[in-house]
């Protein structure tokens, strides 16, 4: 039977900030981005592999900055229900969180730096890989879980990896964010070819 539209509840407008996050956030071109804003980074500190402790400081807290305000409009996708979305605010209250504390100068250290990072990750990727498992709903669950699984170990490589210079860290740090940003970017493609798929198909 149809609803007459002045009979559903609630509705949104056109306009509604959650509307215009799930638009954004269920988009390829969105989960491409996130993989250039993990990817591009990682290249960066691979590149510079002399480069200051506090410069790799600032890169790593810029990227986890940037995919914490990634992270919170993906969780408004279309693909998410109400438990896959908290954990993906989750993900990206984390990623603030930690944005914010590797960029303070006090916490410019090696270990703090590692601490940090890892601590990240591994949170982050485990509720990724458990979100993947429990909502039947998200598309490419196994690349899903696979992506959460991968930031869980560089999590533990990074927490468990005897780092005792900058140098050694940044090659680890920016090895990790390249496989990510990679990774990511393979989501990003996989989903492209699923919304194309969909949009042949048209409305049935």
Known sequence: MTVPPDAAAPQHTQGDPEDVLKHIGSTWHWALGFALATLIPGILVLVWPDETLHILAVIIGLQLLVAGAFRFVTAFSHSR????????????????????????????????????????????????????IADRTLVHRGLQFGLGALGAVAGIVVLCFPVDSAVALTRLLGLWLVLLGVFELVMAFALRSATRQVASVGPG
């Open 81 to 132: 229900d109400g438990g896959s979305r908290l954990a993906a605010v989750l993900i990206a209250m984390l990623a603030f969180l930690a944005g914010v504390l590797v960029l303070r100068h006090p916490m410019q250290t090696i270990g703090a730096l590692s601490l940090i990072i890892g601590v990240f990750w591994l949170l982050s990727g485990v509720l990724a890989a458990f979100t993947a």
